[in-house]
């Protein structure tokens, strides 16, 4: 019985820091919208400890309080925690890294299963793009 076990983790070294590292993303990246999850990534030549590096976003201006764009973030970085894999694995392979922030777009907040299946979709539609650019 052979079994891929996952580390299930987001550590420091897959967050996506900094300003010019984000505005990156936007000024040079693409995006793939799937409601309630708007996604912009960036690929980039493979250079530093981890191939994925992301960043979440909630608008303050639709979510006035902290405490609802913290509920709605870490519902986030759990959704895609546990999604990242096969991504992961591509960008290991191809030997390529790629910056993503993922943007929560909806006017109310939605059950966990439903973002994941909206992130999920989100994030097999970029893998199938970064496979057709790459090939």
């Given at each position: 019985?052979?079994?891929?076990?996952?580390?299930?983790?987001?550590g420091k070294k897959e967050i996506l820091r900094g300003k010019k590292a984000s505005s990156e993303v936007f000024l040079h990246g693409e995006k793939i919208f799937q409601y309630p999850v708007l996604l912009?990534?960036?690929?980039t030549a493979y250079k530093r400890p981890s191939p994925l590096r992301v960043a979440f976003s909630v608008s303050k201006k639709r979510y006035k309080r902290a405490v609802d764009r913290n509920q709605i973030k870490?519902?986030?970085?759990?959704?895609?925690?546990r999604l990242k894999h096969?991504?992961?694995?591509?960008?290991?392979?191809?030997?390529?890294?790629?910056?993503?922030?993922i943007i929560y777009?909806?006017?109310?907040?939605?059950?966990?299963?439903?973002f994941s299946e909206s992130l999920l979709l989100s994030l097999?539609?970029?893998?199938?793009?970064?496979?057709?650019?790459l090939s």
């Open positions: 019985m052979n079994r891929i076990f996952h580390k299930n983790t987001l912009y990534y960036r690929t870490r519902m986030m970085r759990e959704s895609y925690r096969p991504l992961l694995h591509l960008a290991e392979k191809q030997h390529i890294g790629i910056d993503i922030m777009v909806g006017q109310s907040k939605v059950a966990f299963d439903e097999k539609q970029l893998a199938e793009t970064i496979e057709k650019q």
